[in-house]
């Protein structure tokens, strides 16, 4: 068994994930937890993604149509670099940030400060309605 935090949303509920044979079989709430015990749907029975043999575990680039695996610091690089270009060619106002209704407020306070403040957008919004 395995104790995790539910990644749906941001309140941190405790959850006991079985695992056999590295498959997911069975999500329950951990009774330590914030939730009590308690888990919503997605929390009980949308974790198949943990296991999915198409799940993305290293940074990818596209270069000439398609994917290569690179470093992280290349990676944040490459972002860093072409937002700055992006910004520099069309404005702040070209770029956009979405927050996630799967990080804590505290994070999604920290992605409107950077769309405002570093790339000068007001272009905010929030996947709070999935």
Known sequence: MLITTCPFCGVGCSADVVLKSNKKIKVTGNIN?????NLCVK??????????DHRITEPLIKKDGEFFPVSWDEALS???EK???YKHQFGGDALAVIGSARCTNEDNFL????GRAVLGTNNVDNNART
């Open 33 to 37: 937890g914030v939730n009590a015990g």
């Open 43 to 52: 929390g009980k029975t949308g974790l198949d993604f943990v296991t999915s």
């Open 111 to 114: 992605f409107q400060k950077f």
């Open 83 to 85: 937002l700055a270009m």
């Open 78 to 80: 490459t972002v860093a």
